[in-house]
């Protein structure tokens, strides 16, 4: 890293410290490019507010997932990179040395490796907002302690819908999973256990429309799409987990997006600015899981240290 002005100059700078922004920072700096890794606002990512990963390799019997974003980080800075405790706030990608404006200050980086992964999605229904830290929430493993012996409601049917209901089980009394379909997408293997847990239970073809509660959550108010039934169903707690949007809107008008948010990228997980890649959940509708954004992290990283080889080689080789 050098300076430049009050700007520090890095040749491959990585945005998000989830397993894409440390298996890229990995790989960049086994290529000696002392890549910068800035943190965003959770440092580990999604992944690391995951109590137990279950299906990343080599951990036959499960890794924490504050953990595992403790050797993923631990790993990358063996090799040389650097961790910087802050967040991009703005991108200029107009010309290289790309501008990074961030909470610690500018940077101008040769090569900009984009891994802001994504954000839970919000219910956005009444009460919902209001009644956010109070009742409601959107991580099991930060708040699931605070409903030791009470009565919780998960509202999803994907896979985080049904493991972190499952997790949740270790403290709440009874937790009661909101689906607005009769069929789940989550794997087979949560929905048997989810099932089989003897302090589960469903309400299917139903959706919440309001959070009740002034000082905390006591109620919801749920509504049966098939019959447009309207019930009132008391608990202490609201665990939403409806899915994720991508942490792109920084990028808007930079870099090409689908219509949801998630960066175009080509196989080489190259965008449309050479030299600025993507990996990870802020380009990946599709897997969105912990290997296989690691996996797009080391091929970005990979890819972008031919892209600076093949600028500084002699103009004949480019
Ligand atoms: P997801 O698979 O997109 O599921 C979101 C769930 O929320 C769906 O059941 C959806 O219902 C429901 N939903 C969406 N909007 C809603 C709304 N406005 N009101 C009510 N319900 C709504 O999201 P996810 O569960 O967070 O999973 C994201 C990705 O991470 C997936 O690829 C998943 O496989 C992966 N993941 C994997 C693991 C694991 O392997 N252990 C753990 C967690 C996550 P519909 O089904 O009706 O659309």
Redesign the pocket.
Known sequence: MSSNGNAKHVKVLILGSGPTGYSAALYAARAELQPVVLTGMQLGGQAAL?YT???YPGFPDGVGGPQLGELFQKQAEHFGALTEFASANSVDLSQRPFKVDSDSGEYLADALIVGTGAS??H?QIPGEVELTGRGVSYCATCDGWFFKDKKVVV???????L?EGLFITRYASSVTIV???D?????PI?QNRAREHPKINFILET??TEVIGTEKVTAVKLKNVKTLEETTYETDGVFI????TPNTQMFKGQLEMSELGYIKVNDRMETNVPGVFAAGEAADP????VVTSAGMGAAAAIQATRFLEAMEAPAEKV
């Open positions: 995951t990963i279950e299906n839970p999605n219910l509202v999803g049917g994907g896979d985080s819908a493991e689906h607005r379909r069929e789940f997408r989550a794997s949560l959706v919440v987990f409806i899915g994720h599709h897997f969105r899981q």
